[in-house]
């Protein structure tokens, strides 16, 4: 499975940005897919998953509310809409395909984009 993130940029901080993740190859493994985020130092955090069916959605605390995480079924291409960035937000976001029912933790990811930097400024 390979994955492409595309998306990122530099926004002022209240404004908003889509992140896409397009899916290619072996796909038929995949049971869901997530974003994660680095900040500069420190460890890649969790933001929010999907199922692969697109019907079961998760958030961390820090985005819920601000950020959606959605798929594009015919399209194989997951997004993440992030809206009234704010500052704390910057980091490298990554995209990333699991092949179990449910997961989390970076580990849990088999499969893994290149990242994509998001930096708001404030």
């Known amino acids: 499975v390979q994955l492409q993130a595309s998306g990122g940029g530099l926004v002022q901080a209240g404004n908003s940005l889509r992140l896409s993740c397009a899916a290619s190859g072996r796909t038929s493994s995949v049971y869901g897919m997530g974003w994660f985020r680095q900040a500069s130092g420190k460890e890649r955090e969790f933001v929010a998953d999907?199922?692969?069916?697109?019907?079961?959605?998760y958030y961390a605390d820090s985005v819920r509310g601000r950020f959606a995480i959605s798929r594009d079924i015919a399209k194989n291409t997951m997004y993440l809409q992030m809206n009234s960035l704010k500052p704390e937000d910057t980091a490298v976001y990554y995209c990333?395909?699991?092949?179990?029912?449910?997961?989390?933790?970076?580990?849990?990811?088999?499969?893994w984009g290149q990242g994509t930097q998001v930096t708001v400024s404030s």
């Open positions: 999907i199922s692969w069916s697109g019907g079961s959605t």
């Open positions: 990333a395909a699991r092949q179990v029912l449910w997961g989390r933790r970076p580990s849990d990811y088999f499969y």
